[in-house]
């Protein structure tokens, strides 16, 4: 019976050492913690892109889906013959420099998505610091760009933010509606004066297609109704609206767009 | 030993410091990782084993044969064992859990301090319907006392999922916690209960609940094979053998019903948060899916091979040998396919080393279509090798026997059919069409099992037979291709409870309460699969002594039955 024994633990030896030795041979991946990088006002450029490259590819699990270009757009190298994103990011919104956009869509990307991807990306901020964004940031402007997030934009030690952005963009009180347009990244969806991607309805004509309470609840509660040839695209448009716009925006938003006829 | 009590002293202080205790060697977290793995292996075979335990018994009652109730009974002596070493391990756990992370153990009692009081008392009702049911087999063993036996079972059926129920409220909770939870505690106007019925508890249950009947299977099959290879006498192999196919048939049945309990699952991580679901299939967990591939098809092969095996001992099987071998390559095939990697999480220099997001010849095999189309094959490949061996040693008598063969064999070629052709069609649309093709594929092999076995049911009914099973004819290899399954099937159940547990990443609850120990990183497979397999021999080595108790008191008790061998004084007769 021994022999039978001494059998029967080299076979259980075996196949636990099997599939040991195929879990070990594979490539090692770590889910890193994202921790406070040591990077304080006289951090240099390229500093801040090292930092980066290791949250893009480590605790900020950026590759999970921009590495491939299959579940969100290829940042590491071109996406779709477009250039890589250090060069196209400053093109993306109207209005909106290259530093700006990455860290709104860093930090709202439901209002960032690009057509044939979806709205999958959560707010950063839930998983990564403040100073690990703005590394991301400086690394992603270093694929095909010039860097220009500086120790300046890192939040001070005291643990106030450096920038209004290290607590989330600051809240706009401007109430001329093409600057609400293009800080709301409306424009990243909804073409206007002809020009635009055809995400959303464009917004040429739209007083003369909807009414105004149409327009105000379709800001406020964006699937409520979706229109008419856009349903592949329901449940894309931000809902932070009501909360972020103040009345006075609100208000000459919609009346600006209802007078669109 | 002030040793080690200055090392204990120093833990505890630690762990009032920081949040977080020391253990010496391996960390805390191995620790408990180990305990709770371990722990889980037991509880998931005190759980199954009952399952069927109470349908053996039944079985037995029914049809009147004993044999089944020898069966059933020998399952519970197993139980008896095996429950203590579930409670001893669930201690362990408890014990680690307060003194290595005594600040997140303080949170989940805060929340779920009274479902544990009602886990305990449930665990007291469990043990003692368990000591009844095993206990009292003998006394209440005819009659209408046998059916009140019965129910007990039933019973310890019941009160082991409601306490299983309970701890994976808590365990689920960990990775789905309701919208508004703070470390704090509950948010007002929330319960114990909204917590307990978070998102992903339903689909836990459902999937524990399966995989407790492939685990409890495979172990008494197992079992049954250490058995039968220690067995004297051709009438205990023979009992062993028919022991050993049906935990097997049990463990296979079932584990094919998985996947499908396993997809629910999945989509209910995705549906509570995209990010999660996607770092378990596609991001830094994505090789995992590789090793669970290679693991399954294991699997597979072990399963058809003991049951061509299993033919040998059927008068009639022979006429059925040649087709093995291809269905043996089309199991490997299918095997290549499914552990061919595609999408997984690339740096910018493997990317470029690619030439693109990826491989451009593994491309081809390794995405959903194909895999879909591999898995379902090789089901499909092992419910024919289960058909033919069924089919063996029986003459069908029935007028339309040969047509309802035709049908059987019309029901494969069509189901296959729609199988390659939805693989094959995957290729040429867009990603979330292709999602839905995998429902058409499971349907047809879905269908096809149900409709040839109902036929086979009708069909063989009254069959002439070719000769009777010729139970513990049996090569000894086959005894080992089921510690294989058994094996398998343990590591497996380590390496799905680390993905299950590891996608929670940092965080001890959900972007609620972040692990910020020494141990936060979540480790990669290599370092995984070593504790996976710590965990496994463990387990088995505990599980190897309990069969060796089953054994002892087996032959304690047949010394007992036989008695004295000095003759009976007559007086104790009565005459």
Known sequence: MWATNL???????????????????????????????????????????????????????????????????????AHAGEGAIGARCGDRVAGQDCKAYLYASLTDPGAFVVAGFGNIMLDVRRQLPEDQIWAIIAFLQSLGGDVTVTGADLPTEAGGAATPAAAGPARSTTTDPMALLQENACLGCHAIDGAGPPIGPSFDGIGGRISTDR?????????????????????????????????????????FLAGRR | MPDVLALVQAAADTAAASGYGRFPGPGARVAVWIAAQVHLMFAAFVLGVPMFAVITELIGIVGKDTKYDKLSKEFTRLLVFAYSATALWGAVLVFFLTTLYPQFWNHMARIFGPSMWLYVGLFFVESFTLYLYYYGWERWNAGRAKWGHWGLGIMLNVWGTIVMFIANGWLTYMMSPPEGVTVAG????????????????????????????????????????????????DEERAHYDWMGYVGNFIAISTFIVLPFAGYYLGREIYEYNQQMGITMMGGFMSWLWIVQAVLIGVLFLAANYYLWLG???????????????????????????????????????????????????????????????????????????????????????????????????????LSTGVVIFYGIYGYFVAA?????????????????????????????????????????????RAQYALFVLAVTFTWLMGLMGFARSGIRQHWHVWEVMQDTSEFA???????????????????????????????????????????????????????
């Open chain 1, 7 to 77: 059998k029967v633990l080299a076979l259980a030896l075996a196949v636990v050492g099997f599939y040991t030795v195929v879990a070990n041979i594979i490539p090692q991946l770590e889910s890193e913690v994202p921790e406070a990088l040591a990077l304080g006002d006289d951090v240099t450029p390229e500093q801040l892109v090292v930092a980066g490259e290791r949250v893009f590819n480590g605790a900020g699990q950026c590759t999970t889906c921009h590495g491939l270009g299959t579940r969100a757009p290829n940042l590491l190298t």
């Open chain 2, 521 to 575: 990183a979540t480790p990669a497979l290599g370092y995984a699969a070593n504790v996976i397999s710590v965990c496994v021999l463990i387990f088995l080595g505990l599980v190897a002594f309990i069969f060796w108790l089953g054994g002892l008191a087996e032959s304690a008790m047949a010394k007992s039955v036989a008695g004295p061998t000095a003759p009976i004084p007559a007086t104790a007769g009565g005459e």
């Open chain 1, 215 to 255: 327009i105000r609840s379709g800001i406020l509660d964006p699937d409520a109704e979706i229109a008419g040839g856009f349903e592949q695209f329901a449940g894309m448009m931000p809902k932070q609206f009501g909360d972020q716009l103040s009345a006075a925006q609100l208000e000459t938003l919609v009346q």
């Open chain 2, 311 to 413: 033919m040998g001992r059927i008068p009639g099987a022979e006429r059925f040998t040649p087709y093995t071998k291809w269905m043996l390559l089309v199991l490997i095939i299918g095997w290549i396919v499914w552990a061919t990697p595609h999408t997984m999480i690339a740096s910018r220099e493997e990317l470029m080393a690619m030439g693109g997001s990826h491989h451009p010849f593994l491309n081809v095999l390794g995405v959903m279509s194909a895999k879909n189309t591999a898995v379902n094959i090789m089901i499909l490949t092992t419910f024919l090798s289960f058909l033919l061996y069924r089919r063996a040693n029986k003459r069908p008598t029935v007028s339309w026997a040969k047509a309802g063969t035709m049908v059987q064999a019309a029901m494969f070629v």
């Open chain 2, 432 to 476: 979330l069409v292709r999602i839905g093709f995998s429902v058409y594929q499971v349907g047809a092999v879905l269908a096809c099992i149900i409709g040839v076995t109902v036929i086979d049911i009708a069909l063989v009914r009254g069959a002439e037979s070719r000769g009777a099973i010729q139970w513990g004819r049996m090569p000894e």
């Open chain 2, 186 to 233: 509950l948010p007002e106007g929330m319960t114990t209960w909204n917590a307990i019925a978070n998102a992903t508890w339903i689909p836990i249950n459902i999937h524990r609940m399966i995989a407790n009947a492939v685990f409890g299977g495979a172990i008494v099959a197992a079992y049954a094979a250490y058995r039968f290879l220690a067995a004297k006498t």
